[in-house]
């Protein structure tokens, strides 16, 4: 497999850590969030409001039985309730990208795009449930990760380079 998995809270910069990883690298990336958009040719927003979160959750378990058979050598991103499906060990090394709360919403909102950044995420719609849900799956993302880094206050290259070390570490 050989694969290295980043997990952790909506916003909290993996798909921006992916890309420096893959500069610093020779990997290939992908994400789990845009897979499952172009298997269904429509937006997340979209699939939440018209078939609800279990038939998006069932699309993640879909997608990861495909990554664990048929993906190697590379950096999977994903959304932040992935890190739920059962065989997701079985993937590659899962790293936890942790920061708190309120620094991921500082994060977004500091963001040129914050109005569709926040838009596009049907599950932080609102700052107080989202808040909620964080609280509830920290621990979790801690249980299910191999490696954690926390990010807050660090530069892009240097997170990136710090898995990069951990996860050639761990081989
Ligand atoms: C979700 C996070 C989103 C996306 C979906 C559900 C979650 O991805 O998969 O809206 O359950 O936390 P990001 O973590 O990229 O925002």
């Known amino acids: 497999m050989n694969n290295i998995i980043l997990i952790g809270f909506m916003g909290v910069g993996k798909g921006s850590v992916a890309r420096e990883i893959v500069k610093q690298s020779e990997m290939i990336a992908l994400d789990t969030d845009d897979v499952i958009e172009s298997m269904e040719n429509r937006k997340i927003k979209k699939i939440f409001a018209k078939e609800g979160e279990a038939y998006f959750r069932a699309l993640e378990h879909k997608v990861a039985l495909w990554l664990q058979k048929e993906v190697s050598g590379t950096l999977i991103s994903t959304g932040g309730g992935f890190f739920k499906v059962p065989n997701l060990s079985e993937i590659g090394t899962v790293v936890y990208l942790s920061a708190p709360f309120e620094t ?24 107080d449930k989202a808040k909620k849900l964080y609280e509830e799956r920290a621990p979790l993302y801690k249980e299910a990760a191999d490696i954690v880094i926390d990010v807050s206050g660090k530069e892009l290259d240097e997170i990136a380079g710090e898995i990069l070390q951990k996860v050639r570490q761990d081989d």
């Open 104 to 127: 991921i919403y500082q994060r977004i909102r500091a963001h040129p795009n914050a109005k569709s950044k926040l838009r596009k995420r049907p599950l932080f719609q609102d700052i």
